[in-house]
Nanobody, 123 residues
Framework: QVQLVESGGTLVQAGGSLRLSCTAS????????MGWFRQAPGKEREFVAV????????SYADSVKGRFTISRDNTQNTMSLQMNSLKPEDTALYYC????????????????WGQGTQVTVSS
């Protein structure tokens, strides 16, 4: 089992930047891919970005492509999400997740989840 803890969420103005971090502990070697998902109030949780085990492959939701960058440091067991040009519609609870199965946009493949970190973008 892998334990995940997110950090970095806060209130930021539209157009600003923020960096979220996710620290993993436990059986990190079993992780195939790590991803970020988010859930806005009254909406379903949605995919944001995913990165594979080596960090060589990434994928982004169309809504964040070109603004967000996912990265990971396997020496530190951490993953980050650099968010630039933030918009009010980026306001959500952001979750870090790990998959031991596949590099996927579907949350069905993710077996470990953090508690989430709140990002609020004011207009």
């Amino acid at each position: 089992q892998v334990q995940l803890v997110e950090s970095g969420g806060t209130l930021v103005q539209a157009g600003g930047s923020l960096r979220l971090s996710c620290t993993a502990s436990g059986r990190f070697f079993r992780i195939h891919a790590m991803g970020w998902f988010r859930q806005a109030p009254g909406k379903e949780r949605e995919f944001v970005a995913v990165i594979n085990a080596s960090g060589g492959s990434t994928s982004y939701a169309d809504s964040v492509k070109g603004r967000f960058t996912i990265s990971r440091d396997n020496t530190q067991n951490t993953m980050s999400l650099q968010m630039n040009s933030l918009k009010p519609e980026d306001t959500a609870l952001y979750y870090c997740a790990a998959s031991s199965i596949a590099f996927s946009r579907s949350e069905a493949y993710y077996t470990s989840w953090g508690q989430g970190t709140q990002v609020t973008v004011s207009s």
